[in-house]
């Protein structure tokens, strides 16, 4: 009876143990990479700064009010305008009927705000939208985007470097003055995890990292959404179509190659849609600001830019002025104004001038780059009223990159030229050896690298021709979150390439030498007679 007993203790002993080196096994597979401990570190920082007390986030100006609408949201009013820009506002109302005011608006947006206002639903019932719940929303896409970017300068490898670029990376995106636009009904937080998704799953299938269906339905579904995120954004799909259409080529498989081609025509007819139904949302401020801000303030003479558009040369006192500060309310909005100011002003016409005027247009670009690396507007505050900071007051937790960007870095776009040299320089061997060999695959790094590009510098071009220099909130902030990414990608290879060739010296072999150089040299004072 007490051998069996025995036996059984015994057998029940070996599977804990057994089921022990599994966990640890599966511990140090899965938990131990090192995108995946980059991964759980910026969830623990998520959760610090957008959850627990004092909550960060960001001041609201205003001008989200139809997409919030659109998901039977609004502003309960607590704070002034002035307020609202300054502080922090966690609490929202929750419409009791259907919104039919007839102002909603339905973007890329609505899914997951009506997602977040559902889980606060189920939890509160209290009738209040806590801001937390979208914050958490996004935040998953959040996580999983920046997975997917780990994984790109990790190689699938555990070496001591690919933990030290990890680590780089979370001093990066997990910059307050990144996550804090995570609680906010701003789209910047819906198109970073998007924009990062997209170019990270063209350079992992060219790793051949991940199942390409899975990186091929990311690619085309953040392309669709950011498309959608709004008007400015929808003629990217035209690139990002025709991109998909040629992913065809990686592939021989005929299932692969429809899916290419068919979420690459629809891509492009989405995009082409969008761009007529969505709503315009160039203000008369934006166009104001893309003239006197823009076209005058770098024009040698603003008069005869003025004619340039048909427009009296009398307007040319308005040049450098802002919308609030140049004329009255009443004159802005007369149909005098209209008529000879705002009617003969659009996004093409701009464009077409600074095509036809280099020295401006690169003048606009020093100064939209120098812009774009101040991350957080310094007008919107990141505390709540009730915290009792003052106003305006932005968090400087964890914000090391983003001070050292907006500080240190040269703000100009020749600084960004030469960046942009030494990128090619890096990656334009992989894509001239896939083309030599037949092999598309090994082009998609730097395809992925490029798409990267192609999207920061047309957003910097239509931030300026749209807004002149005063777009710090929409555009700049694609191109400043694409310098971050390309940045750190290069970063890493340059890390992994530094690893390489110290693993390969031989560094007992050099103790050695030095040693004996040492000895010779005692050796040589001793036979002059010193002695130390």
Not at 242 to 263: P, T, W
Not at 289 to 302: E, F, I, K
Request: glycine fraction near 8%; charge should be neutral.
């Amino acid at each position: 009876m007490n051998k069996d007993m025995d036996i059984n203790t015994l057998q029940a002993k070996k599977k804990r143990n057994q089921s022990s080196l599994k966990m640890r096994a599966w511990s140090y597979n899965y938990l131990m990479k090192p995108s995946t401990l980059g991964v759980l570190v910026l969830f623990g920082l998520l959760l610090v700064v957008l959850f627990i007390p004092p909550v960060i986030g960001m001041g609201d100006d205003g001008s989200t009010a139809a997409i919030i609408s659109g998901s039977n949201l609004y502003n309960l009013g607590e704070l002034s305008p002035k307020e609202a820009l300054a502080f922090f506002q966690k609490d929202w109302g929750i419409m009791e009927y259907f919104n039919d005011t007839g102002n909603a608006q339905i973007t890329a947006q609505t899914p997951f705000l009506n997602a977040a206002r559902n889980l606060d639903r189920a939890y509160t019932w209290d009738g209040l939208f806590d801001m937390r719940f979208y914050g958490a929303v996004i935040a998953f896409f959040y996580l999983i985007a920046m997975y997917f970017l780990f994984e790109t300068v990790t190689y699938g490898k555990r070496a001591t470097w690919t933990y030290i670029i990890v680590g780089l990376g979370v001093i990066i995106f997990g910059d307050t003055a990144y996550t804090a636009w995570v609680n906010s009904f701003y789209p910047q937080a819906l198109s970073f995890f998007l924009v990062t998704i997209l170019g990270s799953s063209l350079i992992l299938m060219g790793q051949e990292k991940l199942n390409d269906y899975l990186l091929i339905g990311c690619f085309f579904l953040s392309a669709l959404l950011l498309c959608l995120l709004n008007q400015q954004y929808a003629l990217l799909g035209l690139f990002l179509g025709i991109l998909g259409i040629n992913l065809k080529y990686v592939d021989e498989k005929k299932h692969f190659q429809r899916i290419c081609v068919i979420c690459g025509s629809l891509l492009l007819l989405s995009s082409l849609a969008a761009f007529f139904i969505m709503p315009n949302e160039l203000s008369k401020l934006s166009t104001y600001h893309s003239m006197t801000r823009g076209v005058l303030m770098t024009a040698d003479n603003p008069e005869q830019a003025l004619e340039e558009f048909s427009i009296n040369p009398q307007y040319a006192v308005l040049t450098g002025t802002s919308y609030y500060q140049a004329i009255s309310p009443e004159t802005m909005d007369s149909p005098e104004m209209a008529a000879t100011f705002f009617s003969k002003v659009n996004p093409t016409g701009v464009a077409i001038y600074y095509l036809a005027n280099p020295g401006q247009l690169y003048e606009m670009l020093n100064r939209s780059v120098d812009s774009s690396f101040n991350i957080r507007p310094a007008w919107l505050g990141n505390y709540e009223i009730t915290q009792g900071y003052p106003p305006g007051a932005q968090t400087s937790f964890f914000t090391l990159w983003s001070y050292l960007k907006a500080n240190y870095l040269p703000g100009n776009f020749g600084f960004i030229i030469i960046w942009t040299g030494v990128l090619i320089g890096v990656y334009v061997r992989f894509f001239r050896k896939g083309i030599i060999e037949k092999n598309e695959r090994n082009t998609l790094r730097f395809v992925g690298l490029m798409t990267w590009l192609f999207i920061g510098l047309w957003e910097l071009y239509v931030a300026i021709i749209t807004s002149g220099d005063t777009d710090t909130l929409g555009h700049l902030f694609i191109f400043s979150l694409t310098f971050d990414l390309i940045s750190f990608v290069i970063l890493g290879k340059f890390i992994h390439w530094l690893e390489k060739q110290l693993r390969k010296v031989d560094w007992e072999a050099r103790k050695q030498a030095f040693l004996q150089r040492n000895k010779d040299k005692q050796k040589n004072r001793e036979q002059r007679g010193y002695r130390l």
